[in-house]
């Protein structure tokens, strides 16, 4: 098993996909963060604490990305039989890739977090004690993100495919939810990472941020389960 | 050894594999035979745990694939020459299989000088002509110093000089009694190079023999030069024998022991009798023109 996991991380290493999802993520959170923090002048409250600390929550997304890349760029190259050939039990393959996405969803996440600190402390005085319940989210949420992209990216198989699905919904699904069912809303998968990530233990419109963490937790189990079954059953 | 019972593949409509079975023994080259759409690559496929099959099994050892353990150090395989990350270079490809084998570094380096990429080594796959990614398919499947070779279509891409290398590492792998299953479209190669074949169309086995056996059974006939080709000729019509001369050559579809014995008892002389092999594709085209399957 952690022959397998070095040779992903090695795999990671050796194309520069991840080095332009990091490049991204600093541009996003650096543009985003400095941004607010010059037009907002000095962070007042708690509110603004917790909202500017999740600035970092892109990790969320990006993790996501991430996961469906590590699983579904083999597809896309073909670099999947390769592996299968040396490691032909896929369960183990699968789970490998889970941690993987997990590990590159936690990076990410430090990385942003770490940005929006140094940008927000000395810049506009962020308080750390009202923020640290967010960041804390974002750093619980973007392994389950990378980890649910590992079985999103096994679903759909098509890499491309899987990274317009998720952007599709979490800009256009995730709106449209609400309108089908108030209730059901708080419990899609955006709403359930967001009150992961929102940092308050009980929100109007959101689950609290516990059971923010299950319902993220059940998506993200939910996915790979999923994942795992197609992967199992499909011809290569 | 490779052991195929009864394997069937569907693709909805499609049946690619229909009740397959052959056994291929160990420390041969067997080739693997059949048209474009005849289940080979399938079969092949199946056997590697790509593929699920319908019904059916395909065993290495008696083992499914995935039953195997440390399967890179057992079976060596050769599938699409495309399957690499183009932005990946052909040393890094590599090492990711190495590291999930467990086989140490330096024979990464070792197997990319011998295989010729050596210079290239540091080089994104995507710059890499076919024929070179067939030699990284190729060393990819070395890696683990398998027993047994399995390559669909690895003369693909390759110049001629690419193929007569290829003729090379397989024959000196098979010299050291290990054994190479390998699926070709160049039948004039696999006749110099197989020990038997496998020939397979509509995914049913058409033949499975001895190269040397099945392209003189096909064949059958009998080629003699002689100067009295003529005379030889009238002694063989008396005994129901038909045959062709031209100039002091004489063909006939007899067996050459009937044809020599002939001569013999009536004096002629003989300057030459052999036996008249059809090439591996005649006996390919033949066994494989439609209708020419039950």
Redesign the interface.
């Known amino acids: 098993m952690s022959?397998?996991f070095?040779?992903e991380l090695?795999?990671i290493r050796?194309?520069?996909?991840f080095l332009w999802l990091t490049l991204g993520e600093i541009a996003v959170v650096l543009i985003t963060v400095i941004s607010v923090a010059a037009s907002a002048g000095e962070i007042k409250t708690a509110e603004d604490d917790r909202g500017v600390a999740q600035i970092a929550g892109a990790a969320l997304v990006l993790a996501l990305i991430g996961g469906v890349i590590v699983m579904a760029?083999e597809a896309r190259?073909?670099?999947i039989?390769?592996?299968?050939?040396?490691?032909?039990?896929?369960e183990r393959v699968l789970l490998v890739k889970v941690a993987v996405a997990a590990l590159i969803g936690l990076a990410l996440a430090v990385l942003a977090e770490a940005l929006v600190l140094l940008v927000t402390i000395p810049g506009a005085s962020l308080d750390f004690q009202n923020a640290r319940l967010v960041l804390l989210g974002i750093l619980l949420g973007a392994p389950l993100a990378g980890a649910l992209g590992v079985g999103l990216g096994a679903v759909v198989h098509a890499q491309g495919r899987a990274i317009g699905i998720s952007l599709a919904w979490l800009l256009i699904g995730e709106s449209l939810a609400p309108v089908i069912s108030d209730s059901a809303a708080k419990y899609t998968p955006g709403r359930a990472f967001g009150a992961l990530a929102s940092g308050e233990r009980t929100a109007e419109d959101l689950l609290g941020m516990t059971a923010g963490g299950v319902a993220a937790a059940t998506w993200a189990a939910v996915f790979v389960a999923a994942g795992l079954l197609a992967f199992l059953?499909r011809?290569? | 050894m490779i052991e195929v019972v009864d394997l069937r593949k569907r693709y909805r409509k499609t049946t690619a594999v229909d009740g397959l079975t052959f056994k291929v023994g160990d420390g041969r080259i067997t080739g693997f035979l059949g048209p474009n759409g005849a289940g080979k690559t399938t079969t092949l496929r199946i056997l590697l745990g790509l593929v699920h099959p319908t019904s059916g099994k395909a065993t290495i050892d008696g083992r499914l694939y995935r039953r195997l353990d440390e399967p890179m150090r057992r079976v060596g395989a050769v599938l699409e020459a495309t399957d690499f990350h183009p932005k990946r270079s052909g040393r890094n490809h590599l090492r990711t299989l190495a590291a999930a084998a467990g086989v140490p570094e330096p024979r990464v380096d070792e197997l990319l000088d011998f295989v010729g990429l050596g210079n290239v080594a540091r080089r994104a796959v995507g710059g890499y002509s076919l024929g070179m990614c067939q030699r990284l398919s190729v060393a990819g499947a070395l890696l683990g110093d398998p027993a047994l070779l399995v390559l669909d279509e690895p003369a693909n891409g390759l110049d001629p000089e690419g193929i007569r290398w290829l003729r090379d590492v397989l024959r000196s792998f098979a010299g050291e009694g290990k054994t190479v299953f390998i699926s070709s479209h160049v039948l004039a190669e696999m006749q110099q190079l197989a020990d038997e074949v496998v020939i397979i169309h509509h995914g049913k086995l058409v033949t499975h023999e001895p190269v040397e056996q099945l392209t003189a059974r096909a064949a059958g006939g009998t080629r003699v030069r002689s100067p009295q080709a003529e005379l030889l000729r009238e002694t063989l019509a008396r005994e129901g024998i038909e045959a062709i001369v031209d100039g002091d050559t004489l063909a006939t579809a007899a067996p050459p022991e009937r044809v020599g014995e002939g001569a013999a008892a009536n004096g002629i002389v003989l300057h030459e009798l052999t036996t008249e092999a059809a090439s591996l594709e005649e006996v390919f085209l033949e066994l494989t023109a439609e209708g020419g399957i039950e």
Request: proline fraction near 4%.
């Open positions: 022959r397998l070095r040779a090695l795999k050796t194309v520069r996909t760029g190259y073909g670099t039989t390769q592996t299968l050939l040396v490691t032909p039990v896929r059953g011809d290569l």
